[in-house]
């Protein structure tokens, strides 16, 4: 009985004593105990592009404005290897420092919240002018140093907030390639050339440096009707020529017939892209083949479709200019698994042999969305064919 009684004393002395190591609330250093000095601002390229905007069959100045918004997320980075964490706190000398929020609050931010900013930039083409402009979009981090006591010690601790983006027109170039003749509407070309002074949406996109960030690309034209093909509207009123080429012809299929024509993607292994991107294609067609050149989004149900299509925009570009709406075929089916899907659709008829023409389905999300299975990031998609005709 005494036995016991001792081991159960003893074991209630380890107890209180693991009890009496326990460690203490972790000691966090925060705004009201750190000093913040910005110093300045750096600037980090994200995406450059180029932008066509032809004007060679005009009368008057076009101008327009190029509008980007971007989901910036405020997050920091720690210099001289200091490791930040997921809350934006970084550990010093055994003390917990709130590097994140204390810049953020600084700056007039929180920490680890992301918003979507909008810039923009006015380009501008003079009558009898092609030209082509390029644009950057840039990260803008603000830089600084914090400063906190430790142990009576004055530590330093440099950093870079993300706060900010810009938008920047490098040049403006003008392509010296307008026909000598203006004016003639029963040329084809020059009916083409008088449809393009329509701004038409980047064709060639080249990716610096791609961060944690989502691009969202809209082209404003206040006094034209936008290029862009959306389910709900016209986007080239149909009397008007937006492309004209002996190397290719489209004409409209029916929703009778369409699934008839042999699609061009089966000469190739079609990369569905679940974020902004290029994917490029490279193949061969014959002089007189006929192929059905299509472009599909589906869903798991109807609803889920209808999200999709709301921030969707889809553009066929040949060789960098628009197919006009009453070239394409837009419909809605179901597939054989039960998924609600909306077709575009044109139908392709090779030409001269010894030719190459650039096929691009140019497509952007204002936001990102879900199709019931796998999620796809806002921002500008881009899927291009390369066909050499033979």
């Known amino acids: 009985m005494i036995h016991w009684l001792r081991i159960s004393i003893l ?35 994200i995406v450059e592009e180029t932008i066509a905007q032809r004007n060679c069959g005009g009368n008057a100045e076009v101008a327009n404005e190029v509008q980007k918004s971007r ?42 919240t992301a918003e979507t900013l909008s810039r923009s930039v006015t380009v501008k083409a003079l009558p009898g002018t092609n030209m082509t402009h390029r644009i950057k979009q840039q990260e803008v981090w603000a830089v600084g140093v914090a400063t906190v006591v430790i142990n009576n010690n004055p530590i330093e601790i440099p950093f870079s907030f993300l706060d900010d983006f810009s938008l920047e027109l490098i040049e403006s170039t003008d392509m010296l390639d307008c026909p000598a003749t203006k004016g003639a509407t029963t040329n084809a070309t020059n009916v083409a050339d008088s449809a393009s002074t329509q701004l038409i949406p980047p064709v060639e996109v080249t990716v610096q440096e791609v961060t944690r960030l989502v691009e969202v690309t809209r082209v404003q034209q206040p006094t034209a009707t936008p290029t862009l093909l959306r389910a709900t509207r016209t986007a080239v009123p149909p009397s008007a020529t937006a492309y004209f080429s002996p190397k290719v012809t489209f004409s409209r299929p029916t929703e009778q017939n369409w699934d008839d024509i042999a699609t061009l993607w089966q000469k190739v292994s079609y990369q569905d892209l679940k974020s902004p991107g290029v994917e490029t294609y490279d193949l061969t067609i014959h002089s007189s083949d006929v192929y059905r050149w299509s472009f599909a989004w589906c869903a798991l149900n109807s609803t889920r ?27 809605d089916l179901t597939a054989s698994d039960g998924w609600k899907c909306r077709y575009w659709s044109t139908v392709l008829s090779a030409g001269q042999s010894g030719e190459t023409v650039q096929l691009e389905v140019y497509y952007e999300l204002a936001r990102s969305i879900n199709d019931g299975k796998a999620t796809y990031t806002a921002g500008s998609y881009h899927q291009v064919i390369r066909a050499g005709i033979r």
């Open 11 to 45: 074991f209630f002395l380890v107890l209180l004593a693991l009890a009496s190591c326990k460690p203490g609330k972790e000691d966090v250093i925060g705004f009201d105990n750190m000093t913040i000095d910005i110093t300045g601002t750096e600037t980090r390229g």
């Open 71 to 112: 989901l910036i997320e405020h997050v920091i980075e720690a210099q001289n290897g200091l490791a930040v964490n997921t809350n934006g706190r970084i550990e010093v000398a055994g003390s917990s420092i709130d590097l994140g929020a204390t810049v953020a609050r600084q700056l007039g931010r929180t920490y680890g």
């Open 305 to 331: 479709l209808n999200d999709i299509l709301q921030p969707l925009t889809v553009s066929f570009l040949v060789d960098g200019r628009a197919l006009p709406d009453n070239d394409l075929l837009q419909h």
